[in-house]
């Protein structure tokens, strides 16, 4: 029993490593310029070890997507369970996503759009968080920091349309994601702060930048 255990908590391992070698490599190269070869190259294990765990490209990618998105959600719930201030919540969210952007090459923004089942594994993704934001957004107002008078489905979809409209038409090749940014919170979530949210707003933004 102990033996089986070993096999499996090696290949979770395993498994949890490829997706982490391979977001790397997606991120740096673009994802057509990445094939499974490279990437079994560069963990040191055989092409078929790797199609025995994903059977092709797409599989891979798709499972990339979901770790990377549960390490990035993992990482804002621990830090939200020490910090009650939703400003600095929000703060840190961003920052992660500059982050995360910012090692992003151009190629592989360009990429992502030409796999539909992505594209809709990445919208189920933002109408969860939209799901799930009302808590967050309630306790933005009661800290004094978000307007009451606001709908925020309306404010969700807005964002939404903001962040399709700078992908398909390529901003992010035109100005840095760190300008970008400062542009979005400065005139989106301005929008719906109170006077004490905005000027939390500006720290943000001096952090961010």
Request: glycine share 4%; net charge positive.
């Amino acid at each position: 029993m102990r033996n089986l255990d070993n096999i499996t908590a090696y290949r979770e391992n395993l498994k949890n490593k490829i997706l982490d070698t391979s977001m790397l490599l997606f991120k740096e190269k673009g994802i057509r310029a990445v094939k499974m070869d490279d990437i079994a190259k560069e963990m040191g294990i055989s092409k078929r070890t790797l199609y025995e765990i994903y059977g092709k490209k797409e599989d891979l990618l798709t499972e990339c997507l979901r770790h990377h998105s549960d390490k990035t959600i993992q990482k804002i719930s621990e830090y939200s369970k020490k910090e009650k201030n939703q400003m600095k919540i929000i703060t840190f969210a961003l920052s992660l996503k500059l982050k995360d952007l910012t090692s992003t090459s151009h190629q592989y923004l360009n990429d992502i759009k030409k796999y539909p089942k992505i594209v809709e594994l990445m919208q189920q993704g933002r109408n969860l968080i939209a799901e799930k934001s009302g808590d967050f957004v309630q306790s933005c107002i009661d800290q004094g920091y978000f307007r009451s008078d606001v709908n925020y489905k309306i404010v969700n979809r807005i964002g939404d349309a903001v962040m399709d409209y700078m992908m398909d038409n390529k901003i992010y090749q035109e100005y840095s994601w760190a300008e970008i940014f400062d542009t979005f919170i400065r005139i989106h979530l301005s929008g719906f702060c109170t006077e004490k949210g905005r000027k939390y707003l500006k720290s943000i933004v001096d952090e961010l930048s």
